[in-house]
């Protein structure tokens, strides 16, 4: 339920419910914050060491200022330990079409993992919609990618009986994303948020729901716009 900039997220037995639907379809970790928004976030990211990963480790700096912008409802963004490309990861287009972060070159990505049996991924779904349609631009985009295994159909119908209407439709139904981004370091179950910079590296990154449509979440988005220096 929204009201005003607050956004609050379901009630325990709801979210006790959305577990035991996770684990009876071999779903990955839930989170859950009674208190407020986020989780901790894994202690270290493990980068490849690829040509990409070395250019992005170069902003380290850049990481910190941006996440030390991350307060409020977005406090439990951390800065990237160190940086790295995210460029790989991989998960379908709006047409359905194989694509990767790369193909969003130019373009800083929220990129958020959520799935239907997970209450406090779909408690925020309309915060990150709200934050798409205020924010979004030719510079910056939320994309929120789908990891429901099965068909679209499920995801499709939550997401138009919540009446989403500026989140493109991505989707991995293969759980292949969420694995990498584990293995990564950077995933301890869902939701799980990363902020992307225009040359696809990562910058901030959080376990757990956030406040995305809070004026704490948009004051971040305009300093991870705001070039640096």
């Given amino acids: 339920m929204a009201d005003g900039n607050r956004f609050f997220f379901p009630a325990t037995r709801l979210v006790l419910a959305a577990l035991a639907a996770g684990v009876l379809a071999g779903a990955v970790a839930v989170y859950v914050s009674e208190s407020g928004y986020g989780n901790k976030a894994p202690d270290k990211v493990a980068a490849t060491g690829s040509k990409d990963d070395v250019a992005c480790e170069a902003k380290a700096e850049r990481a910190r200022q941006v996440a030390a912008k991350a307060?409020?409802?977005?406090?439990?963004?951390?800065?990237?330990?160190?940086?790295?490309?995210?460029?790989?990861?991989?998960?379908?287009?709006?047409?359905?079409?194989?694509?990767?972060?790369?193909?969003?070159?130019?373009?800083?990505?929220?990129?958020?993992?959520?799935?239907?049996?997970?209450?406090?991924?779909?408690?925020?779904?309309?915060?990150?919609?709200?934050l798409q349609k205020e924010k979004g631009s030719n510079a910056f985009e939320v994309v929120a990618v789908n990891v429901d295994t099965g068909?679209?159909?499920?995801?499709?119908?939550?997401?138009?009986?919540?009446?989403?209407?500026?989140?493109?439709?991505?989707?991995?139904?293969?759980?292949?994303?969420?694995?990498?981004?584990?293995?990564?370091?950077?995933?301890?179950?869902?939701?799980?948020?990363?902020?992307?910079?225009?040359?696809?590296?990562?910058?901030?990154?959080?376990?757990?729901?956030?406040?995305?449509?809070?004026?704490?979440?948009?004051?971040?988005?305009?300093a991870a716009l705001t070039p640096s220096g």
């Fill in 71 to 130: 307060v409020g409802q977005v406090a439990a963004l951390q800065p990237a330990d160190p940086p790295q490309s995210l460029k790989g990861l991989a998960f379908n287009g709006p047409d359905g079409k194989p694509m990767t972060i790369a193909d969003h070159a130019g373009k800083t990505v929220l990129l958020n993992l959520w799935a239907t049996w997970c209450a406090p991924c779909r408690a925020e779904m309309p915060a990150l919609d709200a």
């Fill in 151 to 222: 068909d679209d159909a499920k995801p499709k119908k939550f997401l138009k009986d919540i009446g989403v209407e500026k989140l493109g439709y991505y989707r991995d139904p293969t759980i292949g994303l969420f694995n990498e981004v584990k293995t990564r370091g950077l995933a301890l179950g869902l939701p799980v948020t990363m902020l992307i910079d225009s040359e696809g590296c990562l910058i901030a990154h959080m376990n757990g729901p956030a406040g995305w449509s809070s004026p704490d979440a948009k004051r971040l988005v305009e």
